[in-house]
């Protein structure tokens, strides 16, 4: 197969947690995505906007990987997706930081999603254990925010579990799936940051 991969300088991450790898997949790695979001596809449908009509193609996955990882190139995210350690060739989840801002704010904001069938097995409490880490570390970020829907109670067990503080309410926060969505807004810090 072709390489279609953008050339990078920064190293491309890789994080190993003991039932999971998380890295950014090639463009090449499209089918495993498409295959992830069809299994999935109702259990995610309320966790972020609408789909576009070609979200479950290969054609915009492989546009798709390709801007994430340049935009890890220019540090504006990071966009990991999961993989178990027994199947890594079989995508379970993602976990990104995104919006990264940095100047006086040095933040970014954490999404996940897990496959329905790996609910409740700690793999994603692990997995952001990890994207955090990085985040502090080799993205020198202070705060990385999180939001949930107060419907998405393990949602908020998972960050609070984490260590992320509620810093408020917004209301009609996320047009989520076609319909505006209130959110707990959470936040952690990081104690180790250094300018």
């Not at 463009?27 to 498409?34: K, L, R």
């Not at 060739?89 to 329905?116: P, R």
């Not at 908020?156 to 807004?185: C, K, M, P, Q």
Request: glycine content about 8%; hydrophobic content about 40%.
């Amino acid at each position: 197969m072709q390489d279609i991969s953008p050339k990078l300088v920064r190293p491309v991450p890789k994080l190993n947690t003991g039932h999971c790898v998380l890295r950014l997949p090639e463009p090449a790695e499209s089918p495993a995505v498409v295959a992830f979001l069809k299994k999935n596809r109702d259990h995610l449908a309320n966790a972020g906007p609408a789909w576009p009509d070609d979200y479950l193609t290969e054609a915009y996955w492989v546009n798709q990987l390709t801007t994430n990882l340049l935009e890890f190139e220019e540090e504006r995210s990071v966009r990991f997706f999961i993989f178990e350690r027994s199947n890594p060739e079989a995508v379970v989840g993602y976990a990104n930081i995104s919006n990264i801002v940095k100047g006086a704010f040095h933040a970014g904001i954490l999404g996940y999603g897990i496959d329905k069938d790996k609910e409740g097995r700690s793999m994603m409490k692990e997995a952001l254990q990890s994207v955090i880490t990085y985040g502090f570390s080799a993205l020198n970020l202070h705060r990385i925010m999180a939001n949930y829907q107060p419907v998405n109670e393990r949602s908020g067990g998972l960050l609070r579990s984490l260590g992320f503080t509620v810093e408020g309410y917004a209301r009609d926060y996320l047009l989520i799936n076609g319909r505006w969505r209130d959110h707990v807004l959470t936040s952690i810090t990081n104690p180790n940051w250094m300018p």
